[in-house]
Nanobody, 124 residues
């Protein structure tokens, strides 16, 4: 059974940092491109960052470029999202997702498995 377990969310002040983790099990992790998406209150799910299967290439939404960093450790079956310089507009539920043999799409419909989400709240 495939499981993606998101963790690391919480309440942080503007300007602060958080590191999200997503631990995968039940799949061949290195065969999946991984993505982070978020859903702000009252809005649709949106793309945040993706990373290719090897970790050699990444992509970011314009709103997080220069502040967020996606990385992965294929030996630990885990993908990370380091979030720095957080602002209240980053408040959302954050989800990791796995795209089988993908290239790291920004379209959530391309992803096959999803984590349960972790809440990130940034106070002003």
């Amino acid at each position: 059974q495939v499981q993606l377990v998101d963790s690391g969310g919480g309440l942080v002040q503007a300007g602060g940092s958080l590191r999200l983790s997503c631990a995968a099990s039940g799949l061949t992790f290195s065969g999946y491109a991984m993505g982070w998406f978020r859903q702000p209150p009252g809005r649709e799910r949106e793309f945040v960052a993706t990373i290719t299967r090897s970790g050699g290439s990444t992509d970011y939404a314009d709103s997080v470029k220069g502040r967020f960093t996606i990385s992965r450790d294929n030996a630990k079956n885990t993908v990370y999202l380091q979030m720095n310089s957080l602002n209240p507009e980053d408040t959302a539920v954050y989800y990791c997702a796995a795209e089988w043999y993908g290239v790291g799409s920004g379209n959530p419909k391309s992803y096959h498995y999803w984590g349960q989400g972790t809440q990130v709240t940034v106070s002003s």
